[in-house]
């Protein structure tokens, strides 16, 4: 093993147990898994919030790193 595809593989664990977590956090902020199936906008009288709170703006960040890291690990695994 090569110690580029342990780094990429390590790197690409973490951010995809850190979205799961971040996920997570996310879904218990809309009342379990009512809050999967849409039952969370019941609470919205006048509507959507404008803009993004962190945790959101963390979810994004994370997710946009896991698709970068994952055309990273194809490419490292074109390599061996």
């Not at 009512?34 to 994004?60: H, M, Q």
């Amino acid at each position: 093993m090569s110690f580029l595809f342990l780094f990429v593989m390590i790197i690409d664990l973490v951010i995809s147990v850190a979205l799961i977590w971040v996920v997570m956090m996310k879904m218990s902020k809309h009342g379990g898994l009512g809050g999967a199936f849409g039952s969370g906008s019941l609470y919205t009288v006048f509507g959507r919030e404008k803009g993004l709170d962190t945790l959101a703006k963390v979810t994004i960040a994370l997710a946009v790193a896991f698709m970068v890291m994952s055309v990273v690990t194809a490419y490292v695994l074109t390599l061996k």
